[in-house]
């Protein structure tokens, strides 16, 4: 069965520091994943996707993620992170070739502190 | 261009009772999609409706049924709630699936007492 594992629950990171989150799936085709961030009270916003091509791709807000085969992984960076960055993260892989059935990792809330 | 509207933001039902949200699409887009977020099982996918024809299903009771109309608007409709249906209800309209990029709605809060 098709999963997403985001190990990290939490991380708090300084204004202006680099970020990583992590993400690890499991499918048994090639994979459509996708970034998705949540602010509170707020549904989701789309950061980036993956269907091909480039392994490394660029995403509104200055976000970038690498798709990674041989690891299963599609970890989301940033350079320097801004306080609005702060929210919930989503990692998720499409079935069917598409993004209309989305299988979600557990998320990972980002903490900025000054 | 508006976004994907949901109504209403929030509700408050009794065990037993059943609810019905409404989820109206991006004009132009024929895909919407609903999902459960949880804090216990996080996001969920529940079905996915394209021009009125449930695509995709998720692994929910019968309880959780949904529908959509010629104008892509849809509606999902829980029957005898329980407590554990307190949840977050997004839906997500995109225009055919597929590639096609998923816009979120900011959901429908369902708290069952």
């Known amino acids: 069965a098709q999963s997403v594992t985001q190990p990290d629950i939490h991380i708090t990171v300084s204004e202006g520091a680099s970020l990583e989150l992590r993400c690890n799936y499991s499918y048994g085709a090639t994979p459509y994943l996708f970034w998705y961030v949540q602010s509170p009270g707020q549904g989701l916003q789309l950061l980036l996707k993956?269907?091909?091509?480039?392994?490394l791709v660029q995403g509104i807000k200055g976000f970038e993620a690498e798709f990674k085969r041989s690891q299963s992984s599609f970890n989301l960076r940033k350079p320097s992170v801004h306080w609005s960055d702060a929210a919930e993260y989503f990692c998720?892989?499409?079935?069917?070739?598409?993004?209309?059935?989305?299988?979600f990792g557990t998320g990972t809330r980002l903490t900025i502190i000054p | 261009k508006a976004g994907v509207t949901q109504t209403p933001r929030y509700l408050i039902k009794t065990r037993g009772q059943q609810v019905t949200l409404s989820c109206s699409p991006i004009s132009g887009h024929r895909s919407v999609s609903w999902y459960q977020q949880t804090p216990g099982q996080g996001l969920q996918f529940l079905f996915e409706y394209f021009s009125e024809t449930q695509r995709n299903k998720g692994n929910f009771p019968g309880r959780f049924s949904g529908r959509q109309f010629s104008n892509s608007r849809s509606e999902m409709n829980v029957s005898t709630l329980e407590l554990g249906d307190s949840a977050l209800y997004l839906c997500a309209s995109n225009k055919e699936g597929g590639r096609d990029e998923q816009f979120f709605g900011p959901g429908t809060r369902l708290t069952v007492l």
């Open positions: 993956y269907f091909s091509g480039d392994t």
């Open positions: 998720a892989v499409g079935h069917n070739f598409g993004n209309e059935k989305l299988t």
